[in-house]
Nanobody, 123 residues
Framework: QVQLAESGGGLVQAGGSLTLSCAAS????????MGWLRQAPGKEREIVAA????????YHTDSVKGRFTISRDNAKKTVYLQMSSLKPEDTAVYYC????????????????WGQGTQVTVSS
């Protein structure tokens, strides 16, 4: 088992920057693939970024590519989502998620979830 707790959300102006953190407790973090997903009002939850257990091989959805960067520090049991050039369309609840390391990080279901943190980007 792993427990996840997001932090760093808030209100930011368009064009600004924000970094989300996900603190994990429980099993060694290197056991898990990690991801960030978000859900905007009236929309389905979507994958934003994912990172393999080893830290190599990252994925960022096209809408955030070049603006968001996922990273992890297994020793600190923390996953980060660095966000820059934020747009109003980025407004959503952002969730940290984990699953036991797999060969298909984008298609296998996420097993563990944080409670989410609200990110609101004003015009």
């Amino acid at each position: 088992q792993v427990q996840l707790a997001e932090s760093g959300g808030g209100l930011v102006q368009a064009g600004g920057s924000l970094t989300l953190s996900c603190a994990a407790s429980g099993r060694t973090l290197s056991r898990y693939d990690m991801g960030w997903l978000r859900q905007a009002p009236g929309k389905e939850r979507e994958i934003v970024a994912a990172i393999r257990w080893s830290g190599d091989g990252t994925y960022h959805t096209d809408s955030v590519k070049g603006r968001f960067t996922i990273s992890r520090d297994n020793a600190k049991k923390t996953v980060y989502l660095q966000m820059s050039s934020l747009k109003p369309e980025d407004t959503a609840v952002y969730y940290c998620a984990a699953k036991l390391k797999s060969l298909q990080i984008l298609t296998t279901p996420w097993e563990y979830w944080g409670q989410g943190t609200q990110v609101t980007v004003s015009s």
